[in-house]
């Protein structure tokens, strides 16, 4: 049985940025899930995807972009049927850090200067690139027209998000590869090589010239190290 591989995208984005991955994993012939992450909190958007993954039947390859990487190790704690971690440009923060802390703690990063700042009711604030600044900031390695479409369709990061700490990770227990991009605006070059030498990650590619949004401007890297991380536990 070819495992389920389930995607779990991050911030600025929706589970269509995963289109171009999904569509050559499906030509493999892998079952594929692109899980909805709510993007409100760190525990939980966990627990959204951690419901969706009891429902899976047989092994997964959970694969998660930016954001999603911190969700997805929360999620597969206590999933035995977890058997791989892909981190695609993601973060992989260790117990109590939060993604706003390991962002920040290399040079590099030019997020926070392109945010505008959606106050809500509830005293936290949603966070969006600024349109004018997400070509650049966040997918500059495809054409204008399609990052136009795409900073249009972004989805936003709550501030309870970006600042909650991770419990504690999956990535300790399970076998994770990493993929990264090197021209990366969102989480700095160093921190993508600093976490993926505390996960002892099976494998590291790292993409010369490649922005953030790697699945839509990468996808067939990250398709293959899907493909790996499946080949590897088949």
Request: glycine share 8%; proline share 8%.
């Given at each position: 049985?070819?495992?389920?591989?389930?995607?779990?995208?991050?911030?600025?984005?929706?589970?269509?940025?995963?289109?171009?991955v999904?569509?050559?994993?499906?030509?493999?012939?892998?079952?594929?899930?692109?899980?909805?992450?709510?993007?409100?909190?760190?525990?939980?958007?966990?627990?959204?995807?951690?419901?969706?993954?009891?429902?899976?039947?047989?092994?997964?390859?959970?694969?998660?972009?930016?954001?999603?990487?911190?969700?997805?190790?929360?999620?597969?704690?206590?999933h035995?049927?977890?058997?791989?971690?892909?981190?695609?440009?993601?973060?992989?923060?260790?117990?109590?850090?939060?993604?706003?802390?390991?962002?920040?703690?290399?040079?590099?990063?030019?997020?926070?200067?392109?945010?505008?700042?959606?106050?809500?009711?509830?005293?936290?604030?949603?966070?969006?690139?600024?349109?004018?600044?997400?070509?650049?900031?966040?997918?500059?390695?495809?054409?204008?027209?399609?990052?136009?479409?795409?900073?249009?369709?972004?989805?936003?990061?709550?501030t309870?998000?970006?600042?909650?700490?991770?419990?504690?990770?999956?990535?300790?227990?399970?076998?994770?590869?990493?993929?990264?991009?090197?021209?990366?605006?969102?989480?700095?070059?160093?921190?993508?090589?600093?976490?993926?030498?505390?996960?002892?990650?099976?494998?590291?590619v790292?993409?010369?010239?490649?922005?953030?949004?790697?699945?839509?401007?990468?996808?067939a890297?990250?398709?293959?190290?899907?493909?790996?991380?499946?080949?590897?536990?088949?």
């Amino acid at each position: 049985m070819k495992p389920t591989i389930v995607l779990v995208h991050g911030a600025f984005a929706e589970s269509a940025s995963w289109n171009e991955v999904t569509r050559q994993l499906l030509a493999e012939g892998y079952p594929v899930i692109a899980a909805p992450n709510p993007l409100r909190s760190l525990s939980g958007d966990a627990a959204v995807v951690s419901s969706l993954l009891a429902t899976v039947d047989g092994p997964v390859v959970l694969a998660g972009h930016s954001y999603g990487g911190a969700v997805m190790s929360n999620a597969a704690v206590g999933h035995d049927h977890v058997k791989a971690l892909v981190f695609v440009a993601a973060f992989a923060p260790e117990a109590g850090e939060s993604i706003g802390e390991l962002s920040g703690r290399f040079p590099g990063g030019t997020l926070g200067e392109t945010l505008k700042e959606v106050p809500l009711p509830d005293g936290t604030v949603d966070l969006y690139i600024r349109q004018d600044k997400y070509h650049q900031q966040f997918i500059a390695d495809v054409p204008a027209a399609q990052a136009a479409l795409d900073a249009v369709a972004q989805r936003p990061l709550n501030t309870t998000a970006l600042n909650e700490g991770s419990g504690e990770p999956a990535w300790k227990t399970v076998p994770s590869w990493f993929v990264y991009p090197e021209a990366d605006y969102n989480i700095p070059l160093e921190a993508h090589r600093f976490m993926a030498e505390r996960a002892g990650a099976r494998e590291r590619v790292e993409l010369p010239g490649a922005s953030h949004a790697i699945p839509a401007s990468e996808p067939a890297a990250v398709a293959g190290i899907i493909l790996q991380a499946a080949a590897a536990i088949a």
